[in-house]
């Protein structure tokens, strides 16, 4: 039960988005500080990378943007973490190493995680062990997209998109004919050093090359108390006592002594990092477009934390299984991944003069992925993926009060997992879809529609293959009440064809401690889904209220059964019936003017309530309901802030899960320009969790063994030129 001060603190932050909400993470502080950190920066509202955003489509897009100073302030090792303090956002938090977003409760393969518009070529969506191939510390900035305009990048976005926008491939000549930028990190939490840089040139007229790279070294990481839960460690001296009785054991049961891992605190073992990144482009700029190419690679070795204890449970089939897995009787299974990926990326424009079609936008990367899960010194299993993805745009010119973009897309994925372990055949998916977004402002009002259509083919190696047709859809509007308030409503319709993994997965996975099963029999996943919202801005305020609702026919989840096999507990892939509604509220507001001080205030909460429809049951790893406030004293060569976030506990829990309990976290961080807006240069210096607290996240699979990081004093150096 949370704690009196913890719902005191829960209860003050939500009353205080009466008059403020929205953190500054949030895409309109994002665009203030944007504006003032360039003089020749863009209009307050983000272009963002979806067609049609040449200016900002604030009727139907919940498009939340990280750049400029906001990105670095929230910087982590890995998308998922560095995303989590916007709202309506988590992550998965597989350790330090591997960490996707997840939206709104949906994670996996229900949000697509892009770079620069194209699929990452990766294993990430098939395990959340798996790193997605992209480091942000060298993204320019990072984009999260909800609405109908995520129907173009695939009908599995049920939760949204998340792209990562980087400067591989230059669209435009840099001023001046070279600009590049370069960022330290040095962190306490896991002796973290995390450097970055790129580099933009004109090297002869109308050619333009890019290098970029990133080298990230870290220790295992600093935690706050125990790395394994309190409702763990009390489960595991429940089952120690249950042993005792059946084997009428007479002597007392030393409980830390049978479970090391309990007695494991202030470090996460087995969470060590080291990732490089490079990438070199050329782009050849035409007069109406411009057509360039990159070769990137990313090469990382980190280990999965909370691997104690692999050989203990049952089996289901009563089998000693001391001999199917040598290491199974062992006290420490270490797990650590040795990933990389080649990747090769093309990207072009062009802009017609006249015509319906104003501009072709042409997108393409191929990709070369493997990797170890390296177990105990040896490799257990390897994981390969090859496939390209394409995309073609024509956006068009704007007829009298509408506009509109449509296209088409391709995917190829090969897969295959080799080794004792490979949970899942060798398979191959083929996708391609059809989309088209259309605008139409009268007055007041605007109304958009999407469409897309999606072939799917998935065969796998001795297996039924699968066909798939699915069409999705979304159509809204917003009305602008006045020039500060505007509401609007969406309705959509989409269907997912399922993935591989849910469909053929059957075998142990020790990586996440797990012997997953899935059903070659499942159908498409259909959803109705409804969005409403409020927002007001002005240049005292800003707020926004949304509200979200989904019903899902046929929903595949992951559920644990409570049986083991191989040692290890079964997550059994399954379809259901299942309801989403959610809330999330978020703004801010100008307290006070002093000299060249000026004083804000920002919060933002969300909450997801997901429910199997058919048991009448929560759905597992869905996040808990969050409140996050700051203060903040900005000038031209200082800003200052403090924030508090506050969990609460998660008791609203599927079978075979455990409660999730609640944490109060407070950061402080100071952003020092010396030379003002006038030169690009930042040093930052954080402290977050200052009193060390231990955090998990519910939506976590791993949250009951490895908590956030504890106590992490950060020194953070930024500089453009």
Do not use: C
Not at 24 to 30: D, I, V
Not at 345 to 373: M, N, Q, T, V
Not at 458 to 474: N, W, Y
């Amino acid at each position: 039960m949370a704690s009196p001060s913890r719902l005191a603190a829960f209860a003050l932050g939500v009353s205080s988005l009466v008059l403020m909400s929205a953190a500054t993470s949030a895409a309109a502080e994002t665009v203030a500080e944007e504006d003032n950190r360039h003089a020749h920066a863009q209009d307050a509202d983000i272009i963002v990378s979806a067609p049609l955003q040449r200016e900002r489509l604030d009727s139907l897009q919940a498009t939340s943007v990280l750049s400029a100073e906001a990105l670095q302030r929230s910087m982590q090792g890995t998308i998922g973490e560095t995303l989590a303090g916007l709202p309506g956002v988590s992550a998965t938090s597989f350790g330090p190493g591997a960490s996707r977003p997840v939206l709104r409760g949906f994670q996996g393969e229900r949000i697509r995680v892009l770079y620069d518009g194209l699929g990452s070529v990766d294993a990430s969506g098939s395990s959340p062990d798996h790193a997605v191939s992209a480091d942000p510390l060298t993204a320019e900035r990072i984009e999260v997209l909800r609405g109908p305009a995520t129907l173009l990048y695939g009908s599995s976005a049920v939760g949204g998109v998340v792209n990562q926008i980087d400067r591989r491939i230059p669209i435009k000549a840099p001023k001046g004919g070279f600009e590049g930028e370069a960022q330290a990190i040095f962190g306490t939490a896991a002796n973290e050093v995390s450097l970055g840089t790129s580099l933009t040139g004109e090297i002869a007229p109308s050619w333009v090359g890019q290098v970029s790279g990133s080298f990230r070294d870290t220790g295992d990481m600093r935690i706050g108390g125990y790395a394994e839960s309190r409702a763990l460690r009390e489960q595991a001296h429940d089952d120690d006592h249950d042993h005792d009785h059946e084997h009428d054991h007479d002597h007392d049961h030393d409980h830390g002594d049978e479970h090391g891992e309990e007695a494991e605190r202030g470090k996460l073992k087995n969470s060590a990092v080291r990732t490089k990144t490079g990438s070199v482009g050329l782009t050849r700029l035409f007069d109406q477009g411009y057509f360039g190419a990159a070769v990137s690679l990313y090469d990382s070795r980190y280990g999965v934390p909370g691997h104690m204890h692999v050989g203990e449970g049952d089996d289901d089939h009563g089998h000693d299984h001391d001999h199917d897995h040598e290491h199974e009787g062992e006290d420490e299974h270490d797990v650590r991944i040795d990933l990389k990926q080649v990747r090769v990326d093309l990207k072009g424009g062009y802009r017609f003069d006249s015509g319906f079609i104003e501009e072709a936008k042409l997108r393409f990367g191929w990709a070369d992925y493997r990797h170890f899960e390296i177990e105990n010194g040896e490799i257990g299993t390897r994981f390969d993926v090859r496939g390209y993805e394409g995309r073609l745009e024509l956006v068009q010119r704007q007829r009298g009060n509408w506009r509109g973009a449509f296209g088409v897309q391709g995917m190829n994925r090969k897969f295959e997992a080799t080794g004792a372990e490979a949970y899942l055949p060798a398979n191959k998916t083929r996708q391609l879809g059809v989309f088209a977004l259309q605008e139409g402002r009268f007055g007041p009002l605007t109304v958009e529609g999407a469409l897309r259509y999606e072939y799917n083919d998935v065969d796998a190696a001795g297996m039924r293959g699968r066909t798939f047709h699915a069409v999705s859809g979304s159509l809204g509007g917003v009305y602008r009440l006045s020039d500060a308030w505007s509401t609007g409503v969406s309705l959509s319709r989409t269907s997912r064809a399922p993935s591989a993994e849910e469909l053929y997965a059957n075998g142990p996975h020790v990586a996440t401690r797990s012997y997953l099963v899935g059903d070659a029999t499942f159908s498409k996943e259909k959803a109705w889904g409804a969005e409403g919202w409020l927002r007001a801005e002005t240049d005292a305020f800003s707020v926004g209220a949304t509200v979200y609702w989904s019903r899902f026919d046929d929903y595949i989840y992951e559920q644990a059964t409570g049986a083991f096999d191989h040692g290890l507990p079964v997550y059994q892939y399954l379809q259901t019936d299942a309801r989403y509604v959610g809330v999330e509220l978020e703004g801010s507001v100008t307290l006070a003017k002093a000299g060249n001080w000026t004083f804000v205030a920002d919060a933002v909460a969300d909450y997801t309530r997901a429910t199997n429809l058919n048991t009448d049951t929560p759905l597992p790893r869905i996040p808990a309901k969050r409140v996050r406030g700051g203060l903040e004293a900005q000038s031209e060569r200082l800003t200052t802030r403090a924030e508090v976030e506050v969990a609460d506990d998660m008791t609203r829990i599927s079978p075979n899960e455990l409660p999730t309990e609640g944490y109060t976290m407070v950061n402080l961080s100071a952003a020092w320009r010396p030379w003002g807006y006038e030169r690009d240069v930042t040093v930052m210096v954080q402290a977050n969790n200052l009193f060390d607290v231990t955090a998990r996240r519910h939506a976590s699979f791993l949250k009951d063994m490895a908590p956030l990081a504890g106590r992490d004093v950060r020194l953070n150096l930024h500089v453009g030129f």
